[in-house]
């Protein structure tokens, strides 16, 4: 077993788009075939009521021989409370 912790990957899509991020791959070396990005916090807007926070889910690509890549797949929206 090799330790690679954690790489650079591309993101493809949704709101990282165009950005290598840090994912940490396995101990046998695989990565994750889903990596989900929380979009929390507070924003500044019109609307005396903050947004739902979501869920961005990306996948990985299987065909992506260069380098690691994850495709953004949507997002899903968490019940506030």
């Given at each position: 077993?090799?330790?690679?912790g954690?790489?650079?990957?591309w993101?493809?899509?949704?709101?990282?788009?165009?950005?290598?991020?840090?994912?940490?791959?396995?101990?046998?070396?695989?990565?994750?075939?889903?990596?989900?990005?929380?979009?929390?916090g507070?924003?500044v807007?019109?609307?005396?009521?903050?947004?739902?926070a979501?869920?961005?889910?990306?996948?990985?690509?299987?065909?992506?021989?260069?380098?690691?890549?994850?495709?953004?797949?949507?997002?899903?929206?968490?019940?506030?409370?």
């Open positions: 077993m090799v330790d690679v954690a790489v650079e990957v993101f493809e899509g949704g709101p990282v788009a165009g950005r290598y991020m840090p994912v940490e791959a396995a101990a046998d070396g695989r990565f994750p075939a889903v990596v989900v990005l929380p979009q929390r507070v924003f807007g019109s609307s005396d009521d903050p947004a739902p979501v869920e961005h889910r990306y996948v990985l690509v299987e065909d992506s021989f260069t380098q690691v890549t994850y495709r953004y797949e949507g997002y899903v929206e968490l019940p506030s409370g």
